[in-house]
């Protein structure tokens, strides 16, 4: 089975609930008492920031405050309405764009990453939590989406270790994916759960002393990640992530690597920043044959192994730039391979962390909300005691230069219990020196593996 970046599946699995699938902006709405209506209003989204939001929900909730965490984490103040986002290349751009306006800086992010957290969940929860999550992943059967995309992407790895023994430099080919749950040991999940996470998403499950010891438990997840990410991002968690209500943590990781089929040469070029503040780098550059372009940035691609490829896109205007207005799905849709594409971009070495429950207000920005309510989500089938996701967290991270990519991501999500030829071609040329996005794309599967935004080079 393959799942085509933003297209809602409708998958029959036997012995599974059947959940309807939605749009994510189709989510039921709430009445003025908090209470979820059943009116479903059909393609209800709207442009911009909701409504009497400043900066829109997520920012708001994003500040790190410290307020109780139920409270904060529930649905019940939520607006009305839900982003209309069409389908996964807009619930990227969305996702990196929130972040950037968080932060400001470089921004990176991973789609994927999140969606294997969400789906995780997911198998774990029944009714309408279950009907707003699988209808913000776009699939109803998203676990076993996850159990055929993790051998995929295990079979590459192992056919790279075969057929590329002697890569050039210092990268070879990985493409990890790996999950794992860890309980408080007073808690305990049910066998069917259990089951399904190490069936579909391979889950390692273990249980720790949450509360009688923080900090080891803590220190085990964070080596834990730090093995998964080949010490990319050797923590994801600190001290103040144990609440005194956390049952389990659901953790992702993606670790991705390649080296480029062809290398870059290196050349001095000067990288104007967002500041306007110019420096001159020593900054790749090559002639490449893969070239999009819509009405907002043209891109070039260049490729890694086993069809994954890096999209280098550059704004048609100066300055500053939302991700989202891009286009993302049109630009890609728009490639040629007519051209001689004259390419230049700055190495690139950083990494980007979401805030406190900073996702958690994306995700009800764009309709899903009763995961997060302490009074009103259903993760019955996780556990035998009332959950809600209190909070979620990323930590990503890139290393880019002449002769290859190192990635990785961490998504840990907090399981509280209810506190309750030969023709000249003509040239084109995209030179990233001055603020870019990007994209870590799978040709194969169509999935966005990491999207990223530069401003400045230091």
Not at 5 to 20: L, N, R, T, V, W
Request: with cysteine; hydrophobic share 35%.
């Amino acid at each position: 089975m393959e799942q085509k970046s933003g297209e809602i599946q409708e998958i029959d699995a036997p012995g599974k609930p059947d959940y309807p699938m939605v749009k994510v902006a189709d989510v039921p709405k709430e009445d003025g008492a908090g209470n979820p209506s059943t009116e479903i209003s059909r393609g209800g989204g709207q442009e911009g920031n909701p409504e009497g939001s400043e900066g829109g929900q997520g920012g708001s909730q994003a500040d790190g405050s410290g307020e109780d965490r139920t409270k904060t984490a529930s649905g019940k103040d939520a607006q009305d309405a839900a982003l209309d986002l069409e389908d996964a290349f807009e619930q990227a751009a969305y996702f990196v764009d929130r972040v950037y306006e968080n932060h400001g800086g470089n921004a990176l992010v991973s789609p994927l990453s999140l969606n294997f957290a969400l789906g995780l969940a997911a198998e774990g929860a029944s009714g309408k939590t279950a009907e707003e999550l699988y209808g913000y992943l776009g699939n109803s059967d998203y676990g076993n989406f996850a159990r055929e995309y993790m051998e995929y992407a295990d079979s590459l790895t192992r056919e790279a270790d075969t057929e590329y023994e002697l890569f050039e430099g210092n990268y070879s080919f990985q493409y990890n994916i790996a999950n794992s749950i860890w309980t408080d040991q007073s808690r305990k999940l049910t066998e069917e759960y259990r089951q399904a996470a190490q069936d579909l998403f391979h889950a390692e499950v273990d249980s720790l002393d949450f509360h009688g010891k923080p900090a080891q438990s803590v220190k085990r997840i964070n080596s834990w990640c730090e093995e998964k990410t080949k010490g990319l991002i050797p923590e994801i968690l600190s001290a103040d992530c144990i609440s005194e209500d956390l049952a389990a943590i659901l953790v992702n990781t993606v670790y991705f690597e390649s080296p480029w089929v062809e290398r870059w040469i290196l050349e001095d070029h000067t990288f104007t920043g967002l500041d306007g503040e110019t420096s001159e780098q020593e900054m790749l550059s090559d002639t490449l044959s893969v070239y999009y372009e819509n009405e907002h940035a043209t891109a070039f691609g260049k490729s890694y192994f086993n069809g994954f490829e890096f999209i280098g896109i550059l704004p048609k205007e100066e300055g500053d730039f939302q991700v989202s207005d891009l286009d993302l799905k049109s630009l890609l849709d728009a490639k040629e391979t007519t051209y001689d594409v004259r390419a230049i971009m700055p190495k690139l070495d950083y990494e980007s962390a979401t805030a406190p429950l900073e996702i958690v207000g994306l995700l009800k920005e764009q309709g899903v909300r009763l995961p997060f309510d302490g009074d009103d989500a259903e993760f019955d089938r996780m556990m035998e005691t009332e959950l809600y996701i209190s909070d979620i967290i990323q930590k990503c991270k890139i290393e880019l230069d002449e002769e290859g990519t190192r990635a990785a991501a961490v998504t840990a999500m907090m399981m509280d219990v209810l506190c309750a030829v030969v023709q000249p071609k003509e040239v084109k040329e995209v030179y990233l020196d001055r603020p870019f996005a990007f994209l870590i794309y799978d040709n194969t599967k169509g999935e966005i593996v990491f999207v990223g935004k530069v401003t400045t080079i230091k």
